[in-house]
Every structure is written in C-alpha cells, then in structure tokens.
C-alpha cells in the first residue's frame, strides 16, 4: 500500500532541534559533607555543590561518625543518633516527607544503603542537607557520603 504525504508516525523530535546529549563517559565518584561538633539537640545545615562538568547519579549511601575523637573499632563503631532532611536544588524536591534516622537512610562503609532508583542531580545544582542530633552525645565528626558516578556529556 502506498504512502501519501501526512500519512507517516509523528516524530517526538522536532526540525531544527538540537540532538540530545550523549554520555562520552562515566566515572565512578563520592560526594561528601562533614558536620564537625555535632553537639546533643542541635542542628545544622550543609549542602555539596554538584560540579559543573557533569551531572551525578547517586547510587549508594554511606556514613560516618565520631565520638571524642577516640580509635573506632569495627565492632563499637557508632550508629549516631541523628536525622536527616536532603533536598535537590535542581528539581526543589525533598528525598523524603520527614526527617530520617540516619541508620535508615546510610549504610556504614562496608555495607552502604544501595538506593532503590538512583537520583540524578544535574550539574551546578546543590544537594541540601540538614542533620539533627536527637541523642545525647556530641559528635565530634559526622560525614554523609554519596558514592555514585559522574556522566560526562556531550553537547
């Protein structure tokens, strides 16, 4: 059967658009944010700046913390007491509708929490994070890891 003009499936690309970004490469990377002296009942605010040069795909994440400064051991290694609110400054959407216990949203070094569905953050956007130390130790050092990979795009 023959064709005739206004017969054919509409394309989602329009004439003239550009061609969409290619991946030219992906490396593995950890973003990282550090709250030092963390005292009981406080909060802080901190966020990491997503580079310019590619987007980040988070897709396991980590914790950890220090009490006094002391040696940790593997089998006292601390489970702080500590929520957490994360937000993404390129959507404006929060990861979760409350404040979470750290433990439950990170894993420790050796068995990070792997994400459900990896969160993209676009480049030059910040990740938000807000913690609250809700026990009663004061924690000398707290780092939020979020191990993923960068995309490097072309464009």
């Given at each position: 059967?023959?064709?005739?003009?206004?017969?054919?499936p509409?394309?989602?690309?329009?004439?003239g658009?550009?061609?969409?970004?290619?991946?030219?490469?992906?490396?593995y990377?950890?973003?990282?944010?550090?709250f030092?002296?963390?005292?009981?009942?406080?909060?802080q605010?901190g966020f990491i700046q997503?580079?310019a040069?590619s987007?980040?795909?988070?897709?396991?994440l980590?914790?950890?913390s220090?009490?006094?400064?002391?040696?940790?051991?593997?089998q006292t290694?601390?489970v702080?007491l500590?929520?957490?609110t994360?937000?993404?400054t390129?959507s404006?959407?929060?990861?979760?509708n409350?404040?979470?216990p750290?433990?439950?949203?990170f894993g420790?070094g050796?068995l990070?929490?792997?994400?459900?569905?990896?969160k993209?953050?676009?480049?030059?956007?910040?990740?938000?994070?807000?913690?609250?130390?809700?026990?009663?130790?004061?924690y000398?050092?707290l780092?939020l890891?979020?191990?993923?990979?960068k995309?490097?795009?072309?464009?």
């Open positions: 059967m023959a064709r005739h003009l206004g017969q054919f509409q394309s989602n690309v329009s004439v658009a550009p061609p969409p970004p290619r991946v030219i490469a992906e490396d990377y950890i973003y990282s944010i550090r030092q002296a963390l005292t009981a009942g406080a909060t605010n997503i580079e040069d987007d980040f795909l988070i897709q396991k980590a914790y950890a220090f009490i006094g400064g002391d040696a940790v051991q593997v290694q601390d702080p500590v929520t957490t994360i937000v993404d390129g404006g959407r929060q990861l979760m409350a404040p979470i750290i433990p439950s949203f420790d050796r990070p929490y792997i994400l459900p569905t990896p993209l953050f676009t480049k030059n956007s910040r990740i938000n994070v807000n913690v609250f130390n809700f026990g009663d130790e004061d000398d050092n780092w890891n979020f191990e993923g990979k995309i490097f795009t072309s464009n």
